[in-house]
């Protein structure tokens, strides 16, 4: 290897490395409407409305409110797992909001059960 490609190939380690340390820390955290939208795209035909994604620091991992106005604010814990949450709290919104069912009962699984495919 000739030194300039030696010194490419080691600025591309570093800079890897770097990545995985500020992704291990979370000091990067994914864009949450970006990876919101992927998911209604995906698994839900863009069928979920006027939903905002937050980071807030939580209790637990994820929160879904439901303005007067019909409107959704999902909150993701900072130290959660992002991704997962996401879905999880999408099937709240997808399905009716006063469903009992809507609290993980059977159309909560239901609609959990895209994800899988
Ligand atoms: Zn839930």
């Known amino acids: 290897m000739r030194r300039f490609e030696k010194l490419v190939s080691g600025c591309a380690t570093l800079i890897i490395l770097w990545g995985g340390v500020l992704i291990s820390h979370r ?3 994914p864009d949450l ?3 919101f939208r992927k998911i209604n ?3 839900f ?3 979920l409305h006027g939903v905002r994604v937050e980071y807030r620091v939580l209790e637990y ?3 879904t409110r439901k303005y007067s106005n019909g ?3 999902i909150l993701i ?3 959660g797992d992002a991704s997962r949450i996401l879905r999880h709290e999408s099937c709240h919104i997808f399905l009716p909001w ?3 069912n809507r609290n993980h009962g059977g159309s909560f699984k239901d609609c959990m059960r895209r994800f899988e495919q």
Do not use: Q
């Open 33 to 35: 409407n970006r990876e």
């Open 77 to 79: 814990d900072t130290e």
């Open 45 to 47: 035909a863009d069928g």
């Open 71 to 73: 409107d959704f604010l």
């Open 27 to 29: 000091v990067w955290r």
């Open 41 to 43: 795209h995906r698994y």
């Open 98 to 100: 006063d469903d009992e």
């Open 61 to 63: 991992e994820g929160e």
